[in-house]
C-alpha cells in the first residue's frame, strides 16, 4: 500500500487494467450498468421534476447526480462485482502468487470502471453545460477533488463489501444497504430538495453518508451553494469545504482499515 | 553447491488441525526435489509457505536467501508457480491471460514462446471456458516460466493431463533443468517423481517420513521374489529362504528379501535339484510405489496386509 508508483507499478497496474477492461467490455450486464443505468436514472429522475424544488440550478443537478449514481452504479456496484467475481473464480489467489503487490491488484481491477465512471462524469459535465447553461464552477478544482475522493471512497467501499459477498449474484443484494443509504443522501440532500423540507435530525444524520460528502463539495464547487442553503465565493468555498472534507477522509480511513481486516483473497473453503 | 531452498522444522495449523508437523528439507540449485504423498499429507500446505503464500506457524523457510513471505519483493522476481487450480478470468482468450501475466513481470520471456513451450500454440485464440482441464493445466505451466525463473514450484503439474501432455510437461521440466533451473513439486503420481526427481520426500500426516534419492528410499524395502506352489507340494517341502516367507490361500509363494540374488540362487538350485518347475516365477526389486503403500498404510493400523497369509520363514 505504501509504494511509490514506481515505472514496475504502473505497468503492473496496466497490465491487469487492460485484462479488467476486456472483461468489463465483453459482459453485457456490466456495460450496461456502466454506460446506461446512471444516463437513465438520472433522465428518469429529471423527468418526474426530481429536484426542482432545491437550490441547484439545473444543469448542476444533473452533474451532481450523475456524478453521485456514476459513483454508486460504476465504481461501487461494478466493482463488488468484479472484485468478488475475480475472488471465486480464484483469480486474486493467482495474482497474488506474482510480482504484483496488493494494491496494485485492487488498483488494477479498479481502474477500468473508475476511468469509464470519470470520463462519463466529465462527459456530462460538458453536456449540461451545452444543453442547460452550466455557469462557471464558483471553485472547479473543488468539484474535481470531490469527485476523486468519492473515486477513491467508493472503491475501498467496494473492496470492503466484498467480505460480506459471498457470489457475484448475491453481489445485487449485498450492495443495496450502501446504495439505499447513498439514495437518502441525495434525497436529503439541500441542493436537491428545499432545505425547509428537510427535517433538522434528518439533515445532521445524512451529512455523514459517504456519498454525502460528494454531494456537498460537487455542489459546493459548482454553484457556491453550501448545505445550509448560502451561496458563497471562490475564497469561503474552501472553508465551507472543509466539514464534508473532513467526513470524506474519515470514510476513506474506514475503508482503509475496513480492507485489511476483511478483504479475502480466495473463497471462503 | 548452495542451497536454493532451506526449509527447517516448518510447522502450519488450520485452527485446531495441525496440517504440516515439523518439516525439514532444502533443495540445491539444479536440483528436482519431489514431495510425494496421499491426499491430505499436508505437501500443499507446505508448498504454500515455501512459495510465501502463507506464513509458517513455526520453523524458518529461505528461498535464494530470503524468507519468502516477509521478503516478498525479492523473491517473487525470482521464482515461478504453478497453483493446483488455475485462476483465470473465464472470458480471456489464451494469449490475453498469458500477456496480462507477462504484464506484471520483470523480465518475461514473449508470450509466443511460452505457449510454445507448453505445446498450446493451436488454441492461443482460445477463451479460457473452453479449454479442458489439462489445457488449463498447461497454461498454468506456461505462466510459471513465463518470468525465467530460477526457482520453479510446481503443485501436481501434471494431475487431469493426458499421457501425451504428461511426457511433453516432464520434456519440459527436464529442459528446465538443463538450464540450470531448480525444481521443487509436488505430486501423487510415483513414476512421475522417479523419472524427475533428484531428491525427494515421502510426506504422511504432515511430517517427511522418507527421504533421499529413489534408490536411498527405496532401499529401505525389501526386494520381491514370487513364484507358484507346484500343485503336489507343501509349503513346508520349500526350502530354507533368506527373508520373509508369505504365502496366500491361491498357493502364490511371495519371498520378501533385502538380498535378492542369494535368495534366488537358493531357490534356483532347489527347483533344479529336485526338478520341479516353477510357474510364474518373478523377481523384482522394491519400488518406489512399494515404499511408498508402505508408509500410506502405516498409518490405518493395519500393520502390513497379512490378514490370510501364513508367515513360515
Given at each position: 500500500m505504501n509504494t511509490l508508483l514506481t515505472s514496475g507499478a504502473m505497468r503492473r497496474i496496466r497490465a491487469i487494467a487492460t485484462a479488467e477492461l476486456r472483461l468489463l467490455v465483453r459482459n453485457r450486464t456490466a456495460m450496461f450498468t456502466a454506460l446506461v443505468l446512471p444516463l437513465i436514472t438520472v433522465g428518469g429522475l429529471s423527468a418526474i421534476g426530481f429536484g426542482e424544488n432545491g437550490d441547484l440550478p439545473l444543469g448542476a443537478l444533473v452533474v451532481t447526480m450523475l456524478a453521485a449514481f456514476t459513483l454508486l452504479y460504476v465504481v461501487y456496484y461494478n466493482l463488488v462485482s468484479a472484485y468478488v467475481g475475480r475472488r471465486e473464480d480464484l483469480v486474486l489467489k493467482r495474482l497474488r502468487v506474482g510480482e504484483l503487490t496488493d494494491a496494485e491488484i485492487l488498483a488494477g481491477t479498479a481502474l477500468p470502471s473508475v476511468v469509464v465512471a470519470v470520463a462519463q462524469i466529465v462527459f456530462t459535465a460538458i453536456v449540461a453545460?451545452?444543453?442547460?447553461?452550466?455557469?462557471?464552477?464558483?471553485?472547479?478544482?473543488?468539484?474535481?477533488?470531490?469527485v476523486l475522493a468519492g473515486v477513491v471512497m467508493f472503491v475501498l467501499l467496494a473492496a470492503a463489501s466484498t467480505a460480506f459477498t459471498r457470489?457475484?449474484?448475491?453481489?445485487?443484494?449485498?450492495?443495496?444497504?450502501?446504495?439505499f443509504l447513498c439514495m437518502?443522501?441525495?434525497?436529503?440532500?439541500?441542493?436537491?430538495?428545499?432545505?425547509?423540507?428537510?427535517?433538522?435530525?434528518?439533515?445532521?444524520?445524512?451529512?455523514?453518508?459517504?456519498?454525502?460528502?460528494?454531494?456537498?463539495?460537487?455542489?459546493?464547487?459548482?454553484?457556491?451553494?453550501?448545505?445550509?442553503?448560502?451561496?458563497?465565493?471562490?475564497?469561503?468555498?474552501?472553508?465551507?469545504?472543509?466539514?464534508?472534507?473532513?467526513?470524506?477522509?474519515?470514510?476513506?480511513?474506514?475503508?482503509?482499515w475496513a480492507l485489511r481486516r476483511w478483504f479475502r483473497w480466495e473463497p471462503r473453503t | 553447491m548452495a542451497d536454493v531452498v532451506e526449509v527447517t522444522d516448518v510447522r502450519r495449523s488450520y485452527g485446531g488441525y495441525e496440517a504440516v508437523r515439523g518439516v525439514t528439507f532444502s533443495v540445491?540449485?539444479?536440483e528436482l526435489?519431489?514431495?510425494?504423498?496421499?491426499?491430505?499429507?499436508?505437501?500443499?500446505s507446505t508448498l504454500e509457505v515455501v512459495e510465501g503464500l502463507a506464513r509458517p506457524g513455526a520453523g524458518r523457510v529461505r528461498v535464494l536467501g530470503h524468507d519468502p513471505y516477509a521478503q516478498r519483493p525479492a523473491v517473487r522476481a525470482r521464482i515461478g508457480i504453478m497453483l493446483q487450480q488455475g485462476g483465470f478470468p473465464a472470458d480471456l482468450t489464451v494469449t490475453e491471460t498469458a500477456a496480462m501475466w507477462a504484464g506484471t513481470l520483470t523480465a518475461p520471456r514473449p508470450v509466443a514462446e511460452a505457449l510454445e513451450l507448453v505445446d498450446l500454440s493451436g488454441r492461443a485464440a482460445v477463451t479460457v471456458k473452453q479449454l479442458s482441464g489439462g489445457e488449463r493445466g498447461r497454461l498454468d505451466l506456461a505462466l510459471a516460466v513465463l518470468g525465467r525463473p530460477e526457482v520453479l514450484f510446481?503443485?501436481?503439474?501434471?494431475?487431469?493431463?493426458?499421457?501425451?501432455?504428461?511426457?511433453?510437461?516432464?520434456?519440459?521440466?527436464?529442459?528446465?533443468?538443463?538450464?540450470?533451473?531448480?525444481?521443487?513439486?509436488?505430486?501423487?503420481?510415483?513414476?512421475?517423481?522417479?523419472?524427475?526427481?533428484?531428491?525427494?520426500?515421502?510426506?504422511?500426516?504432515?511430517?517427511?517420513?522418507?527421504?533421499?534419492?529413489?534408490?536411498?528410499?527405496?532401499?529401505?524395502?525389501?526386494?520381491?521374489?514370487?513364484?507358484?506352489?507346484?500343485?503336489?507340494?507343501?509349503?513346508?517341502?520349500?526350502?530354507?529362504?533368506?527373508?520373509?516367507?508369505?504365502?496366500?490361500?491361491?498357493?502364490r509363494v511371495e519371498v520378501h528379501t533385502d538380498t535378492m540374488q542369494t535368495t534366488l540362487t537358493e531357490l534356483l538350485l532347489w527347483a533344479r535339484d529336485r526338478g520341479v518347475e516353477l510357474d510364474e516365477l518373478s523377481a523384482r526389486p522394491a519400488s518406489l510405489e512399494q515404499a511408498f503403500l508402505a508408509v500410506a498404510s502405516s498409518s490405518a493400523g493395519q500393520a502390513g496386509d497379512d490378514r490370510d497369509l501364513e508367515v513360515v520363514a
Open positions: 453545460a451545452i444543453a442547460f447553461g452550466l455557469d462557471v464552477p464558483v471553485n472547479a478544482a473543488l468539484a474535481v477533488l470531490a457470489n457475484v449474484e448475491m453481489a445485487q443484494v449485498s450492495t443495496l444497504p450502501v446504495v437518502a443522501s441525495l434525497i436529503f440532500s439541500g441542493g436537491v430538495t428545499a432545505p425547509e423540507n428537510i427535517p433538522d435530525t434528518a439533515q445532521a444524520v445524512v451529512r455523514f453518508i459517504p456519498l454525502s460528502p460528494v454531494v456537498d463539495l460537487v455542489g459546493l464547487g459548482l454553484t457556491g451553494q453550501t448545505s445550509d442553503g448560502d451561496t458563497v465565493g471562490f475564497a469561503a468555498s474552501w472553508g465551507e469545504a472543509a466539514q464534508p472534507a473532513a467526513i470524506a477522509v474519515a470514510w476513506i480511513v474506514l475503508g482503509l | 540445491a540449485r539444479g526435489f519431489a514431495l510425494l504423498g496421499t491426499n491430505g499429507a499436508g505437501k500443499t510446481l503443485d501436481e503439474p501434471t494431475t487431469g493431463l493426458d499421457p501425451e501432455s504428461r511426457r511433453n510437461t516432464w520434456a519440459l521440466v527436464r529442459s528446465l533443468l538443463d538450464d540450470g533451473v531448480t525444481v521443487l513439486l509436488t505430486t501423487h503420481y510415483l513414476d512421475e517423481a522417479e523419472e524427475l526427481a533428484d531428491r525427494l520426500a515421502i510426506m504422511h500426516e504432515g511430517r517427511i517420513v522418507r527421504a533421499g534419492t529413489v534408490a536411498e528410499v527405496v532401499a529401505s524395502q525389501p526386494a520381491t521374489v514370487s513364484f507358484a506352489l507346484p500343485s503336489a507340494m507343501a509349503v513346508a517341502e520349500l526350502p530354507e529362504l533368506a527373508g520373509t516367507l508369505v504365502v496366500d490361500d491361491g498357493r
